[in-house]
């Protein structure tokens, strides 16, 4: 079966309201699993939503017989009325303990913030009641084959790994703030789709194609009632032709306000290959090169954001088969056995490595493990990793939100 190409999508309406903020739902009274689905959390990337919203319609058109729930939002709707990545900061940057307890209790301070509040108002009466799964819909500002992204934990895989494009590894744990590793964090599921370049009407049909091959392999569609699956699983195999079939994240280039005007080197895509000391940008001091050899991934070319560009590595297959069976026998437990690491005393599931001595070897074994979140403290590495819980929580920071729902609905 051929699909259709899509036009890009419509610039949007003046005014906030130009976008609603849940774009649609669709639930047949079955039970099943909560899917909720979330475009434009950047506003300069609007192919999400139009991607979310042709699903649901094909799914009413066909009445199909979908079992639990499928939610669509609208990310950062003030940036998207101005076309741009976000108004006063990165709407996917701010999602941490502390500033969800601030939000929540009523202090609001720029235009992410509310975006933030309106979000939770509707992922809260969800997240009370089981596990959800988050798709979360990107695209980029190079020229990209579509790939996905997942923070390493396993209940991410199944989505992810029922996508014929690359997987990425890491990219929620060298960014801080991001709004599905918060959610994953709680015990959730969540998934990242880059569909491809921003203005690129092929991003929308990427998108489409990948949200009803997760909807399959979610419990949500029974795959006869997709009767082109196969033809969206050739349009998503098809992009990603010859790219590495996992990746990790391996640097993360800073762009700090000092450093502006920071402009990337025309040319560079997703997953070429760069050579450690070449020149890929210039910033305030000068050319920026890359620190080691591996793959170019998300280069900036535009204006806002501090993330400038990052760099990567194939893993095998075979590595994250030897990763789930660690992590399901709990084999865990002998990390603080390995050279210069210790246990942290005050925190679960961090771990303080002497950099001394915990070099590649240790690295590649706390990765298996799933701890990717490493940063200095003091003269020491601490190594740390997304909640492995299967079971999901609701933390005391959502308290004051969780009883305002509670009184509205009382009321």
């Not at 999508?9 to 609603?20: L, M, N, T």
């Not at 990545?85 to 009523?106: H, K, M, S, Y």
């Not at 020229?143 to 997942?150: A, E, G, V």
């Not at 959730?188 to 392999?217: K, W, Y």
């Amino acid at each position: 079966m051929t699909l259709s190409s899509s036009a890009p999508p419509s610039p949007p309406a003046e005014g906030p309201g130009a976008r609603p903020r849940v774009l649609g739902r669709y639930d047949t009274g079955r039970p099943g699993p909560t899917v909720v689905c979330i475009g434009a959390l950047h506003g300069n990337e609007p192919a999400g939503l139009s991607a979310i919203s042709r699903v649901l319609a094909r799914l009413r058109a066909d009445d199909v017989p979908l079992r639990g729930r499928i939610v669509g939002v609208s990310g950062n709707r003030r940036a998207l009325v101005e076309g741009r990545r976000f108004v006063d900061r990165d709407l996917n940057r701010r999602w941490t303990p502390e500033n969800i307890a601030r939000i929540a209790q009523g202090t609001v301070e720029t235009a992410e913030d509310q975006e933030t509040r309106e979000l939770l108002a509707v992922f809260l009466p969800l997240l009370r009641h089981g596990p959800v799964s988050f798709i979360d819909l990107h695209s980029t500002s190079s020229l990209s084959t579509p790939f996905s992204c997942m923070a390493d934990v396993l209940r991410n895989r199944p989505l992810a790994l029922a996508l014929p494009i690359p997987v990425v590894l890491g990219l929620e744990e060298v960014i801080e703030g991001s709004m599905l590793g918060y959610l994953c964090d709680l015990g959730h599921v969540g998934v990242a789709v880059e569909g491809g370049q921003h203005d690129d009407p092929r991003t929308i049909d990427f998108h489409e194609s990948a949200l009803l091959l997760m909807l399959v392999a979610a419990g949500s569609l029974e795959p006869r009632h997709v009767p082109d699956l196969a033809a969206h699983r050739a349009r998503l195999a098809a992009g990603g032709d010859g790219m590495p079939a996992v990746c990790e994240i391996r640097h993360r280039h800073v762009v700090r306000p000092e450093d502006e005007p920071f402009v990337m080197a025309p040319g560079f895509v997703n997953f070429q290959i760069v050579e450690r000391g070449q020149v890929v940008a210039d910033d305030r001091r000068g050319p920026v090169r890359m620190p080691e050899t591996g793959l170019m991934m998300l280069p900036r070319y535009q204006g806002q954001g501090d993330d400038g560009f990052f760099v990567a590595r194939p893993v095998t297959r075979n590595a994250l088969r030897l990763s789930a069976a660690l992590r399901t026998l709990r084999l865990d437990v002998l990390v603080p056995y390995l050279p210069g690491v210790s246990r942290d005393p005050n925190r679960a599931d961090h771990f303080i490595a002497d950099p001394a001595i915990a070099r590649v070897a240790v690295k590649e074994v706390f990765h298996l493990f799933g701890y990717r979140h490493e940063r200095a403290q003091a003269e020491q590495l601490v190594f740390s990793r997304r909640s492995p819980a299967a079971r999901p929580v609701l933390p005391a920071e959502l308290a004051p939100l969780l009883r305002a729902s509670e009184e509205s609905t009382e009321g």
